[in-house]
């Protein structure tokens, strides 16, 4: 599958919405879910590309379908905050990775970036092998570092440095 990075759209709201509600996903998110709707997506996609801190695009295949949103947060003193959530038929199509290293490419080449870091919950196991495989490094975790819906979760530290 061939992907591209583009700026996100209206007619995404449905399928981010989609990644949002699915059980096998959302179970990692340290933000209500259900609470979301697609008019709740639709103001997040207007509001985009007004936040002069962030970056966000749509993960979009060789159709310009949506895949999911890719993003640098935060961004400041030569560092941003890499963020990723992907559809599930997205998963195991190598999108993510062909998104993640176009989106450090924008990130050390067109930004001028010197660190991307991202945070992730310890038991998320597969999105921690994929960050590995992207090439963040491990730096640390932090214990007890949120509580999410009454348990205290554990987070692992990743960055990536300008080559």
């Not at 709740?40 to 993960?59: E, G, N, T, V």
């Not at 990775?97 to 080449?109: K, M």
């Not at 590995?132 to 530290?157: C, M, S, V, Y």
Request: charged share 25%; proline share 2%.
């Amino acid at each position: 599958m061939q992907i591209h990075l583009r700026p996100l759209q209206q007619e995404d709201a449905p399928l981010m919405l989609e990644w949002m509600r699915d059980p096998s996903i959302a179970r990692f998110f340290r933000f209500d879910a259900a609470g979301m709707t697609e008019e709740k997506c639709r103001a997040f996609i207007a509001s985009a590309d007004a936040d002069p801190d962030s970056r966000h695009y749509a993960i979009a295949d060789e159709n310009d379908s949506y895949l999911g949103t890719i993003s640098l947060k935060h961004i400041a003193d030569g560092r941003a905050e890499y963020a990723i959530s992907t559809r599930s038929c997205a998963h195991g199509t190598g999108a993510a990775l062909q998104a993640t290293r176009e989106l450090l490419r924008i990130a050390f080449e067109e930004l001028g970036l010197e660190t991307v870091y991202l945070n992730v919950l310890a038991e998320n196991l597969r999105a921690n092998v994929f960050y590995r495989k992207a090439g963040f490094r491990f730096t640390h975790t932090e214990q007890n570092a949120l509580e999410i819906r009454g348990e205290l979760k554990d987070l692992n530290w990743y960055e990536i440095t300008c080559r």
